[in-house]
């Protein structure tokens, strides 16, 4: 195997991209290829860039909202209490069986 079989190889850039644990990787690219500015570590999972003294900040994890902490966001508590009237008049409106 080799260039015989493969044929030749295109010219490559080595790019060394960094991450905010100090996991440094490097990365081959096609010469004419456009290097992207970040690159996932794959050691770690966070982002890394390419200046060794200022990597990516990881990305801030949002804690998990539940359905009811979004409603709350929309809603004020006298709109939960209006809709919660309404509600309840349309429950004891109906026919009891």
Known sequence: ????????????????FYCSNGHAEAHAFAQDAEVPDEWDCPKCGLPAGQDPD????????????????????????????????EALDALRSRPQF
């Not at 195997?1 to 060394?16: I, K, S």
Request: charged content about 30%; proline content about 10%; aromatic content about 4%.
């Open 54 to 85: 200022n990597p990516p900040p990881a990305p801030k994890v949002e804690p998990y909202k539940t359905h009811l902490a979004y409603v709350k966001e929309r809603r004020s508590d006298d709109d939960g209490a209006q809709i919660l009237s």
């Open 1 to 16: 195997m080799g260039e015989t079989v493969r044929g030749d190889l295109e010219a490559r850039v080595l790019v060394t």
